[in-house]
C-alpha cells in the first residue's frame, strides 16, 4: 500500500517559533510537493521539489523554505511561524503525468 | 483567468440522484486527467483517473472534452456517503506540477 507520511497530525505553535514539518514517501517518486489548504481558497502550492537537493517555488513560498537531502523525504521549515501561517498543511508526492498521492495532512495553529 | 475552474457549489441533491460537475481547464498542452474526493479535514484522495475515451467505475463516470477544454465527473444513484469534496486536478504537459481546481461541495441528503 502506498503512503505518504506526515510526521504530526495537529500541532501548537507560538508565533516566533521555527517549524519543521517533515513528509516521508515510500514510492521511490521524484516529484514531492508541499501546499497549504485554507477555506474557499482551495489548494495552494508553497514549494515543489523534483529531484533531491533540487527545489522550486509555488505560488506563496513567503515565509517558507525547504530541504529535500534523500529522495524520500521532503521538509517544510516556517522560518518564524505567524498566525496567518495557521493552516492544514499537505505534502504529496508523484511521478510526471501520474496521480499525486497525499499524507493525511497537519493541522497547525500558530497562537 | 484560474488555470482549472470548478463550480464550489454546493450542489444540494437527495439520494438516489444523479448529478454531474464540470471544470474547465485553460492550458490545452494539459496531458493527464483526474477527480479527487475529500472529506472535511482529509487529505485529498484519488476518485479516479480520467481518460480520452471516458471511463466508468461503477456509478461514477468521467469524460474528458479537449475540444472544449473540460472534464466532467457524473454520479449516478447518489449515495449519502457521496457528500464530499470534489477536486479536478489537471497535469500540464511539460511540467512536474498537477494544478488543482478549488473543488465541488457536495452534499447528498434523505
Known amino acids: 500500500d502506498v503512503k505518504v507520511t506526515q510526521s504530526s497530525r495537529y500541532l501548537v505553535k507560538r508565533t516566533g517559533e521555527k517549524v519543521f514539518l517533515e513528509c516521508v514517501q515510500d514510492?521511490?517518486?521524484?516529484?514531492m510537493f508541499w501546499y497549504r489548504q485554507d477555506p474557499g481558497l482551495g489548494l495552494r502550492l508553497i514549494y515543489f521539489?523534483?529531484?533531491?537537493?533540487?527545489?522550486e517555488k509555488g505560488d506563496i513560498p513567503e515565509g517558507y523554505s525547504v530541504s529535500r537531502e534523500k529522495k524520500e523525504r521532503f521538509s517544510l521549515i516556517l522560518e518564524s511561524a505567524s498566525t496567518n501561517q495557521t493552516s492544514m498543511y499537505l505534502c504529496a508526492s508523484s511521478e510526471m503525468n501520474t496521480e499525486a498521492f497525499f499524507g493525511q495532512g497537519t493541522r497547525l495553529t500558530v497562537v | 483567468r484560474k488555470e482549472v475552474e470548478q463550480d464550489p457549489g454546493p450542489f444540494n441533491v437527495p439520494e438516489g440522484a444523479t448529478v454531474a460537475f464540470n471544470c474547465t481547464y485553460s492550458n490545452s498542452a494539459s496531458q493527464s486527467f483526474f477527480w479527487y474526493r475529500q472529506d472535511c479535514r482529509k487529505e485529498p484522495k484519488l476518485l479516479m483517473s480520467?481518460?480520452?475515451s471516458g471511463n466508468e467505475d461503477g456509478r461514477f463516470t468521467a469524460q474528458l472534452n479537449r475540444a472544449s477544454q473540460y472534464i466532467s465527473l457524473l454520479i449516478r444513484d447518489s449515495k449519502l456517503s457521496d457528500s464530499a469534496t470534489y477536486l479536478c486536478?489537471?497535469?500540464?504537459?511539460?511540467?512536474?506540477?498537477?494544478?488543482f481546481g478549488r473543488g465541488t461541495s457536495l452534499i447528498v441528503h434523505p
Open positions: 486536478v489537471v497535469n500540464p504537459g511539460g511540467s512536474y506540477i498537477p494544478t
Open positions: 514510492m521511490d517518486h521524484e516529484n
Open positions: 480520467v481518460y480520452s
Open positions: 521539489s523534483y529531484d533531491v537537493k533540487m527545489k
